[in-house]
């Protein structure tokens, strides 16, 4: 049996982890966990034994405890395992772009009874519509960079994406009303919150990638004053590039073969180094989709506006209007149409971080 490995730890979830990762396949043994799972393992050794080789005990300990972006890289291509608990790095502050329902932008459900929940494919409140896609289920790991990286259990992390035909609730045309494919979970006490959910779309100008927000407590999720960190989440290109050759992606193919990492305006300034996920799974059963996610809450949060940069499908838009369009839509790209509380003249606010608080 799995859980009678003596070299696995079982956390208080449930969970089977090996050196600190937590096994893709729970059921199956330790040698059946997939190539990537190998990969990933025998890279952290090797690391770990050169580092003492050359007289650098610690830091070959630290290879051992931690994840280096290469490593992300590498274990998200394959499709392999999952990802280390620990960032090498303060995740990179990000705009909440034009759709965030926080109350910088018209809405704010966060405000709503009900957006405590984990699993978002579905509306909650006066609408139960579901959205349809590829599964993904999303874990998040919080680190306190404050507290040398422990796991930053309590704070609560907001996520919203688009739909598989790169649409928001709450501002796309006809989605005013929905709520879907937008939450808010607790960090447990290893500092982590799973969502589920689909692959979101990739629409023009944008590489495909998951917002979130973190806030110190559930309490305080109401107002963006709040805020220890606004990020996002980049889905890596094979794992793409598979679930948009599926139906219910139209589009996201074409859009996908007209921008890179290094060319989108979010992850471009360095590829998104610590935001690229790690990701398991296949279209059948559904992907694992994992980020380690280290926070310094001395670290001032940022708040956006300007430019957009990429725009969703037709159908989007703000719901009051806030801010201005900034700059010419990508070629393929439209503004979206469309205000969900009737507010102001439609139009496309930041995914550039003008200011602080």
Do not use: K
């Not at 770990?48 to 080789?53: C, V």
């Amino acid at each position: 049996m799995t859980d009678q490995d003596p070299r696995l730890q079982r956390d208080t979830d449930g969970s089977l982890h090996y050196e600190g990762r937590r096994l893709a396949h729970q059921d199956e043994p330790l040698a059946d966990q997939g190539l990537g799972f190998d990969i990933a393992t025998m890279v952290t050794r090797r690391r770990a034994l050169g580092a003492l080789g050359a007289g650098a005990a610690v830091a070959g300990l630290a290879a051992c405890s931690t994840s280096s972006a290469s490593d992300s890289d590498s274990t998200a291509s394959d499709g392999g395992s999952d990802s280390s608990t620990t960032s090498d790095g303060e995740i990179p502050e990000e705009t909440n772009g034009p759709y965030p329902a926080d109350g910088t932008n018209g809405v704010n459900v966060l405000t709503e009874s009900g957006i405590v929940r984990s699993d978002i494919t579905a509306s909650f409140g006066d609408s139960t519509t579901a959205v349809s896609g590829v599964p993904m289920t999303l874990t998040l790991t919080i680190t306190n960079m404050e507290e040398d990286n422990a796991p930053y259990a309590g704070v609560a992390v907001y996520v919203w994406h688009c739909t598989a035909d790169g649409l928001y609730s709450l501002y796309s045309e006809g989605l005013e009303n929905e709520n879907f494919l937008r939450g808010v979970q607790v960090a447990d006490e290893n500092g982590q919150v799973t969502f589920t959910s689909i692959i979101p779309g990739c629409y023009a100008g944008r590489w495909p990638h998951i917002h979130f927000e973190v806030y110190p407590d559930e309490a305080s999720i109401t107002s963006t004053d709040n805020l220890l960190a606004t990020s996002q989440v980049a889905i890596p290109q094979d794992v793409a590039e598979t679930v948009y050759a599926e139906d219910g992606y139209d589009g996201s193919t074409e859009n996908l073969a007209n921008i890179t990492l290094d060319s989108d305006n979010v992850f471009g300034d360095d590829g998104g180094e610590l935001q690229l996920a790690t990701v398991d799974g296949d279209v059948a059963s559904g992907f694992t989709v994992t980020l380690p996610v280290a926070i310094d809450p001395s670290t001032e949060p940022g708040v956006s506006g300007g430019d957009m940069g990429g725009t969703p499908p037709s159908g989007g838009g703000p719901s009051d209007g806030g801010g201005g369009m900034g700059g010419t839509p990508p070629e393929g790209g439209t503004p979206p149409s469309g205000a969900s509380d009737g507010g102001g003249e439609s139009s496309l606010v930041g995914n550039n971080l003008v200011g602080s608080r």
